[in-house]
């Protein structure tokens, strides 16, 4: 799910995981709309991310205005954690932003609490159009019928490697490859080039979704979990053998640079994330880094999907018609994809991705490799995660972390992350 490349995902979940489902949310309250003077409509905008997406926001905010006269967006950004809390608390009072960024994560929350709007209608009405996305992104959005986002941009799990040391460990990472590959390639990383092979995927829930997904399982159905405590108890035991054997780097020493990544630091060959945040090593370190196909357990199937990031309605707002022409102009025109570039991940729109040339090193391998597995036909379809999978993968982050630090038994990690999602999903 997912947010800016210039952010630690990992430092951020743990104050959302805590800060979001702290907060209640009813569904009492009035449109979130107004209007003006004139017969202008203003609509409220709201999203998470650095001053350099909010720069390139507010162009796009300019042409829309200008395509728009009598539509007038009011905006407000936020970093990612305190952009939920502060949703959460409008959310409850009956006023959320008219228009706002969203992830899959919150889809389903949002849903059952009556916030999202619906836009189906708005699609027959003619100002939405779902055609024109790309690999099967136009169905990302939907929960139970319900149009309740629409992609604005795509990225999907990814190994970021430092070639040189894969280049000096004979290790080529080609699709297809396997984890007995993976895990044959980091013991040579780790005994030609002395580091960790891999930063130690435990912690990471979207890895480990993959891994379920190639099972035949997943994180989360509909409602709850998808896997069993024996399921977390082989995943974390191997990971712990892996910390042991050095084939991952010191999760100690991950710690103590943090909010710098592990491979940018020079201490292990390779990381899993999702393929935008690549940008981030180049800024962060001084490897030769590129990206690298997910393992398979039988060389064919890697679970793999196009995540998001979505641009969602209130169900409060006095203009849904107006909402939708906003929405529809963000994730279609051309100009806005060269705007935005790569800043939300991959334009989701076949216009806005061939508008947008990327120049430089990073986002023409990001580009590249989306497209590689989307014609490679790997790509499936994912369920929308149940309410409560924001705090899921929160604990799930922290409690991985502490058995990697060995500060906790497997038994007991397991056992603890099980109550608390229990708890989360019920919630």
């Known amino acids: 799910m997912h947010t800016t490349g210039s952010v630690d995902r990992r430092s951020l979940l743990r104050a959302a995981g805590a800060s979001v489902a702290a907060l209640g949310l009813t569904a009492a309250g009035c449109g979130a709309g107004d209007g003006s003077g004139g017969g202008t409509v203003t609509l409220r905008y709201a999203w998470w991310g650095a001053d350099d997406r909010a720069k390139k926001i507010n162009r796009t905010i300019a042409l829309f205005e200008k395509r728009y006269p009598k539509i007038k967006i009011?905006?407000?950004?936020?970093p990612y954690a305190d952009f939920?809390?502060?949703?959460?608390?409008q959310a409850s009072g009956g006023n959320p932003p008219d228009v706002f960024q969203n992830a899959i994560g919150f889809l389903r929350k949002y849903n059952d609490k009556h916030v999202l709007l619906d836009l189906k209608q708005q699609v027959s009405a003619g100002h939405l159009s779902m055609a024109g996305f790309r690999a099967g992104l136009a169905k990302f959005g939907e929960v139970d019928g319900k149009l309740l986002g629409v992609p604005v941009g795509s990225n999907s799990m990814a190994l970021v490697i430092d070639k040189d040391a894969y280049r000096k460990a004979g290790i080529t990472p080609e699709l297809g490859w396997t984890w007995n590959d993976y895990y044959a390639g980091l013991k040579k990383i780790r005994d030609t080039q002395h580091i960790g092979g891999d930063s130690g995927p435990m912690g990471i829930m979207y890895v480990y979704d993959l891994v379920l997904r190639q099972a035949g399982k997943a994180f989360f159905t509909d409602k709850q979990l998808g896997f069993t405590e024996a399921d977390l108890t082989e995943w974390w035991t191997?990971?712990?053998?892996?910390?042991?054997?050095?084939?991952?780097?010191?999760?100690?020493?991950?710690?103590?640079?943090?909010?710098?990544?592990?491979?940018?630091?020079?201490?292990s060959g390779?990381?899993?994330?999702?393929?935008?945040?690549?940008?981030?090593?180049?800024?962060?370190?001084?490897?030769?880094?590129?990206?690298?196909?997910?393992?398979?357990?039988?060389?064919?199937?890697?679970?793999?999907?196009?995540?998001?990031l979505m641009l969602s309605g209130s169900a409060r707002t006095r203009h849904p018609a107006e909402v939708a022409q906003f929405i529809n102009f963000m994730v279609h025109d051309p100009e806005v994809?060269?705007?935005?570039?790569?800043?939300?991940?991959?334009?989701?729109?076949?216009?806005?991705?061939?508008?947008f040339k990327p120049t430089d090193t990073v986002?023409?391998?990001?580009?590249?490799?989306?497209?590689?597995?989307?014609?490679?036909?790997?790509?499936?379809?994912?369920?929308?995660?149940?309410?409560?999978?924001?705090?899921c993968e929160a604990a799930f982050l922290r409690i991985g972390t502490d058995v990697s630090l060995q500060t906790t038994s497997v038994a007991?990690?397991?056992?603890?992350?099980?109550s608390e999602a229990k708890t989360a999903l019920a919630s």
Not at 413 to 418: E, K
């Open 74 to 78: 009011k905006t407000d950004f936020q």
């Open 84 to 89: 939920w809390t502060k949703f959460q608390t």
């Open 238 to 267: 191997k990971g712990l053998d892996g910390v042991k054997s050095g084939i991952y780097a010191d999760p100690k020493k991950i710690e103590q640079v943090k909010p710098k990544a592990g491979l940018s630091a020079g201490l």
């Open 270 to 308: 390779g990381e899993f994330t999702w393929d935008n945040f690549s940008v981030r090593y180049t800024a962060e370190g001084k490897g030769n880094y590129g990206l690298a196909p997910i393992p398979s357990t039988d060389g064919k199937t890697t679970g793999q999907y196009l995540g998001s």
């Open 337 to 355: 994809g060269r705007i935005m570039g790569f800043d939300r991940g991959v334009p989701a729109t076949t216009a806005q991705f061939n508008a």
């Open 363 to 391: 986002s023409q391998g990001i580009s590249a490799y989306e497209t590689q597995i989307a014609d490679a036909g790997i790509l499936q379809t994912i369920t929308p995660h149940p309410a409560g999978a924001d705090t």
């Open 412 to 418: 007991k990690a397991v056992t603890q992350f099980f």
